[in-house]
């Protein structure tokens, strides 16, 4: 088997750090791992190795929309032509139309997976979600809102790579961490705001909206609060291991009023903390309840109330012996339910099942059983 990532950006300096470009790059690295397998990024051209994968990136001839997600190449056919399977990132675009229409065309299963991004696409004219062969979405919380499809929807969530987010050993502090892009609805500021003044706060992360970085600046103020910037590799790494605590207070709607309907369908940044045996807090919104287990690996607090927040942070802070449990039970957690080895697997299992439905329905020989029709309630992920 033959199988094609398609993303429109790559994940890094040369594209976005963001967890919609990171997931297709890890699993597409963990799945060539299994079986041949290739990623197509579109932005600056170029071709290399990442261990067993072939990442290559296409410099667009153009883009369709405003946020680069709908880019133009014609190499993208080829692609299509040389894969046995296709599986597009970033569902509402119009790189996913033009995905689902040149495998259609060239008779290749082909799947979509929704990372929260959108830009403007054709789906309602070329009906690209209908035809695509199955959707593999990364939460149930992302599964509803395609409840239509809900026989073709298989979750498959996201994992971590657990050789490279370990525990290491160094000594912890009394001191909590947040890693991720400093954007308004990751609602940073309810973590500043809900801790004590003289707690540790670390925000490891680039700045991606200037008025709210100053914001946060501004709230930080005679603080403990130390802005470290993006941080990737080692340093990273060495974060995770000396907090005490790692926070995502993502929000759905951001302070200036904005709504995000699918803020935090997943949640990369917990999983790389419980592989670190660091216990996390996070938003009772979106896909984050479903990896973090209230009371056991984590704690889940009401989104936008800085002083529940602060006070399930500022509990672990104290109690050392209960975050110390708590992480390693995350690291358990993650290690049984959500290692990129295990999505890869799961897409592998989903892309032959689904392929054969389909082919079974276009030759008019599918069951009428109910196995025909799964609810993406009873989707498979664990």
């Not at 675009?93 to 997976?113: E, N, S």
């Not at 696409?121 to 395609?146: Q, Y």
């Not at 605590?245 to 995000?260: A, F, I, M």
């Amino acid at each position: 088997m033959k199988v094609l990532h398609v993303s429109p950006l790559a994940f890094g300096a040369s594209g976005v750090v963001g967890g919609g470009e990171r997931y297709p790059r890890d699993l597409a690295r963990a799945m060539a791992e299994l079986v041949e397998t290739r990623l197509v990024t579109f932005g600056e051209a170029g071709r290399r190795r990442e261990g067993r994968l072939e990442h290559v990136s296409y410099q667009p001839l153009g883009y369709v929309g405003r946020k680069r997600l709908g880019p133009v190449h014609p190499a993208l056919a080829l692609e299509i032509a040389r894969a046995d399977v296709v599986h597009c990132h970033q569902l509402h675009t119009f790189l996913a139309d033009q995905c689902v229409f040149y495998a259609r065309l060239l008779r290749k299963p082909v799947f979509l997976t929704d990372h929260a991004g959108g830009d403007r696409h054709f789906d309602h004219r070329l009906h690209t979600v209908d035809r695509a062969t199955g959707l593999l979405l990364v939460s149930h919380f992302n599964a509803r809102g395609f409840a239509a499809h809900a026989h073709k929807i298989r979750v498959i969530h996201g994992g971590v790579d657990t050789g490279r987010f370990r525990p290491t050993g160094v000594p912890r502090r009394r001191a909590v961490l947040y890693a991720g892009r400093l954007i308004p609805y990751k609602g940073i500021h309810h973590l500043i705001e809900g801790v004590r003044p003289d707690t540790e706060v670390r925000l490891a992360g680039a700045t991606y909206h200037d008025e709210y970085a100053a914001h946060l600046r501004r709230v930080a103020a005679g603080r403990n609060v130390t802005f470290l910037g993006a941080l990737h590799g080692d340093d990273l790494l060495h974060e995770y291991n000396s907090a005490q605590v790692s926070v995502l207070p993502s929000v759905d709607t951001d302070l200036y009023g904005k709504q995000y309907p699918k803020s935090e369908i997943l949640g990369l940044v917990l999983f790389e903390a419980m592989a670190c045996e660091t216990p996390v807090v996070c938003s009772a919104i979106g896909g984050m309840p479903e990896l973090v287990v209230d009371g056991v690996t984590g704690l889940v607090a009401p989104p936008g109330d800085s002083a529940a927040l602060g006070a399930a942070v500022e509990g672990l802070l104290d109690d050392p012996q209960r975050a110390r449990r708590m992480g390693e039970a995350g690291r358990q957690h993650v290690l049984e339910r959500f290692t990129w080895d295990g999505v890869a697997r799961r897409c592998l299992e989903h892309y032959a099942d689904l392929s054969r439905r389909t082919a079974a329905v276009r030759d008019g020989t599918a069951s009428t059983g109910p196995d025909t029709a799964r609810p993406s309630t009873n989707a498979e992920g664990h």
